[in-house]
């Protein structure tokens, strides 16, 4: 037995039936932009993993301890 119950002889006898349908360069074709799409998902989620993990070492620092003293008014209180 094969996959789920396709026998080795269904499987190239559908491999058959898809290179007479597309040929083998079309194939080849579809096949080099699938990798290539594949690469550049893989790309972007290092990336957006890079710039996230960037992110959060800001907002670390930023809350590493640090005060700052200030005062609050209003410019109502400051006409007066």
Request: glycine share 14%.
């Amino acid at each position: 037995m094969g996959f789920g119950g396709i026998s080795i002889w269904q499987l190239l006898i559908v491999l058959v039936i898809v290179l007479l349908l597309f040929g083998t360069k079309r194939l080849k074709n579809i096949g080099a932009d699938l990798g290539g799409a594949i690469k550049g998902f893989k790309k972007s989620m290092s990336e957006g993993e890079k710039a996230n993990d960037k992110q959060q070492e800001q907002i670390e620092k930023s809350e590493s301890g640090t005060v700052v003293d200030g005062e609050v008014t209003s410019k109502e209180s400051d006409k007066s």
